[in-house]
């Protein structure tokens, strides 16, 4: 079998003590399910500023391009906040985003049990939370020009000045969006709801139309509804679990997946993925990261949550390669270490907890595994 190819691009800060930890299962997955993988390891953000001048190395650009998949960290600090804009640490990340053409990502809200009392919400509400909120990345009123700030000569206008950005989406934009969102569901409940403003906003009307063309011709055992997105910001904290996959643009995704997050307790648990469009081997383009930052407060102590890491790698297993039996083994492991009272600092509730190091959670999540 062709091993799988792997970027890892540990990053800054926390990033390289949780990537540690992705490897350590990497491993657990090369001797215990015959699985093959040839990864290799390189440098971003702040950590690439130190050796190349500038966060991401053309070279590791040319490699993310090529691998099946890239694993990357955190990037950031306060040895960087300084930096000109351009070479910041979070640039390294923009390029890679932006040169992989990573058009949907994938904010996955998944209440695990153990952890339902750290959810904003009552427990009878987000307990066995499990939804997908596929945002639209790479266009939309973040890129559409015009854009900026410009002085009128509108005497009426107290300061004189205009702020403009564009909501500007096309329908090939639109459509391979919600293909992915569409095929996402047809592996999880078969349920789409798609969000916009269609009401008040015309590219809202195109999102909507555009969303149940593709349904309507390519994906019709998919069940789909259509959501204005301030409702859809209300029924997220009033019923979330009605959802399955939410597909949604950049704007409004931004903010609802920051929400859902939120349902499900501590930045240390939730992992992401961003997908571009099929390469020459069918697999998608694919980053997977975790979402939180690389915790300049905690680095190099020991006290990192590996888990949001870990579960960006059980993403990596389902969606780049197709084993979701796998990404089930990993996703229960984790389920069994939080049963079992094991937590990072930052799960420790006030119902307490039996405190472990990164690394000691990497091992037992390694033991759950080996029990399965
Ligand atoms: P952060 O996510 O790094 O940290 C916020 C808080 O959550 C901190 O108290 C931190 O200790 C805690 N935390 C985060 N991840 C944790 C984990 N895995 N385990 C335990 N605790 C965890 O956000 P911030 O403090 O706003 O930013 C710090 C740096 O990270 C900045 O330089 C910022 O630009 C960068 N950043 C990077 C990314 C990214 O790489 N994708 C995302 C957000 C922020």
Same mark, same amino acid.
């Given at each position: 079998?062709?091993?799988?190819?792997?970027?890892?691009?540990?990053?800054?800060?926390?990033?390289?003590?949780?990537?540690?930890?992705?490897?350590?299962?990497?491993?657990?997955?090369?001797?215990?399910?015959?699985?093959?993988?040839?990864?290799?390891? /390189?440098?971003?953000?702040?950590?690439?500023?130190?050796?190349?001048?500038?966060?991401?190395?053309?070279?590791?650009?040319?490699?993310?391009?090529?691998?099946?998949?890239?694993?990357?960290?955190?990037?950031?600090?306060?040895?960087?906040?300084?930096? /000109?804009?351009s070479v910041k640490p979070e640039r390294g990340l923009l390029r890679l985003r932006k040169e992989?053409?990573?058009?949907?990502?994938?904010?996955?809200?998944?209440?695990?049990?153990?952890?339902?009392?750290?959810?904003?919400?009552?427990?009878?509400?987000?307990?066995?939370?499990?939804?997908?909120?596929?945002?639209?990345?790479?266009?939309?009123?973040?890129?559409?020009?015009?854009?900026?700030?410009?002085?009128?000569?509108?005497?009426?206008?107290?300061?004189?000045?205009?702020?403009?950005?564009?909501?500007?989406?096309?329908?090939?934009?639109?459509?391979?969006?919600?293909?992915?969102?569409?095929?996402?569901?047809?592996?999880?409940?078969?349920?789409?709801?798609?969000?916009?403003?269609?009401?008040?906003?015309?590219?809202?009307?195109?999102?909507?139309?555009?969303?149940?063309?593709?349904? /309507?011709?390519?994906?019709?055992?998919?069940?789909?509804?259509?959501?204005?997105?301030?409702?859809?910001?209300?029924?997220?904290?009033?019923?979330?679990?009605?959802?399955?996959?939410?597909?949604?643009?950049?704007?409004?995704?931004?903010?609802?997946? /920051?929400?859902?997050?939120?349902?499900?307790?501590?930045?240390?648990?939730?992992?992401?993925?961003?997908?571009g469009a099929p390469m020459a081997n069918g697999r998608p383009k694919a980053l997977y990261e975790?979402?939180?930052?690389?915790?300049?407060?905690?680095?190099?102590?020991?006290?990192?949550?590996?888990?949001?890491?870990?579960?960006?790698?059980?993403?990596?297993?389902?969606?780049?390669?197709?084993?979701?039996?796998?990404?089930?083994?990993?996703?229960?492991?984790?389920?069994?270490?939080?049963?079992?009272?094991?937590?990072?600092?930052?799960?420790?509730?006030?119902?307490?907890?039996?405190?472990?190091?990164?690394?000691?959670?990497?091992?037992?999540?390694?033991?759950?595994?080996?029990?399965?």
């Amino acid at each position: 079998m062709t091993p799988f190819s792997l970027l890892i691009l540990p990053g800054d800060g926390i990033g390289p003590e949780v990537m540690a930890e992705v490897r350590k299962v990497i491993g657990w997955f090369e001797q215990n399910r015959g699985l093959s993988f040839e990864v290799s390891e /390189d440098l971003v953000g702040g950590a690439a500023y130190d050796k190349h001048g500038k966060p991401l190395a053309d070279a590791t650009m040319q490699k993310a391009q090529e691998v099946d998949a890239v694993l990357l960290g955190a990037v950031g600090g306060p040895k960087y906040d300084n930096l /000109d804009f351009s070479v910041k640490p979070e640039r390294g990340l923009l390029r890679l985003r932006k040169e992989m053409d990573l058009f949907a990502n994938l904010r996955p809200a998944q209440c695990f049990d153990a952890l339902a009392d750290f959810s904003s919400l009552k427990r009878d509400v987000v307990a066995g939370l499990d939804i997908l909120i596929v945002r639209e990345l790479t266009s939309g009123v973040y890129f559409g020009e015009p854009r900026g700030i410009s002085d009128d000569n509108d005497p009426e206008n107290e300061g004189g000045r205009v702020g403009v950005n564009t909501q500007r989406y096309t329908s090939g934009e639109i459509r391979r969006v919600a293909r992915s969102a569409f095929e996402l569901a047809r592996k999880r409940a078969g349920r789409v709801c798609s969000m916009e403003k269609a009401n008040v906003m015309e590219s809202g009307i195109l999102w909507r139309e555009e969303v149940q063309w593709v349904h /309507d011709n390519e994906y019709p055992d998919v069940e789909l509804s259509h959501m204005y997105a301030d409702n859809g910001a209300m029924q997220l904290v009033r019923n979330p679990r009605q959802f399955d996959v939410i597909v949604t643009d950049n704007l409004f995704g931004d903010i609802l997946s /920051d929400a859902a997050a939120m349902l499900t307790g501590s930045l240390g648990m939730l992992p992401s993925a961003s997908l571009g469009a099929p390469m020459a081997n069918g697999r998608p383009k694919a980053l997977y990261e975790p979402v939180h930052g690389s915790a300049p407060d905690i680095a190099g102590q020991g006290k990192a949550n590996p888990i949001a890491c870990i579960l960006s790698f059980a993403m990596c297993l389902r969606y780049s390669f197709d084993l979701g039996a796998e990404a089930d083994m990993l996703e229960k492991a984790v389920e069994k270490v939080l049963a079992d009272g094991l937590r990072t600092g930052d799960l420790m509730g006030p119902e307490g907890g039996k405190p472990v190091s990164t690394a000691e959670m990497g091992d037992h999540i390694l033991a759950a595994l080996s029990a399965q």
